[in-house]
């Protein structure tokens, strides 16, 4: 059974500094890109930040680049948004998510991402 447990959220006042973590277990396959996403009140979800297990590469969306640093745990199988200088539109669900097969998934989008956590509250207050 394939589990991803998000956890870390919580109320932070603007400019303060959050670290959210995500295991992952019963993946079938060993090279795989997680992703993390949020979605706000009102608002589509968005994609903002993805590694791959193996090479390392990263994505970050626009909205976070600079302040949002995401790193990996290989012998936990966790991964790390750590976020900074957080702001009030930083307030959101956030989900951590993998794709479902090895090929055909893209993180920014979430196309073919099938397994997501259950989401975490991250609250900026100004």
């Known amino acids: 059974e394939v589990q991803l447990q998000a956890s870390g959220g919580g109320l932070v006042q603007a400019g303060g500094s959050l670290r959210l973590s995500c295991a992952v277990s019963g993946l079938p396959f060993d090279d795989y890109v997680i992703g993390w996403f949020r979605q706000a009140p009102g608002k589509e979800r968005e994609g903002i930040s993805c590694?791959?297990?193996?090479?390392?590469?990263?994505f970050y969306a626009d909205s976070v680049k600079g302040r949002f640093t995401i790193s990996k745990d290989i012998g936990k199988n966790t991964v790390y948004p750590q976020m900074n200088s957080l702001k009030p539109d930083d307030t959101a669900v956030y989900y951590c998510a993998a794709p479902g097969s090895k090929f055909g998934s893209n993180c920014p989008t979430g196309r073919g991402y099938t397994y997501w956590g259950q989401g975490t509250l991250v609250t900026v207050s100004s």
């Open positions: 590694i791959s297990t193996s090479v390392g590469g990263t």
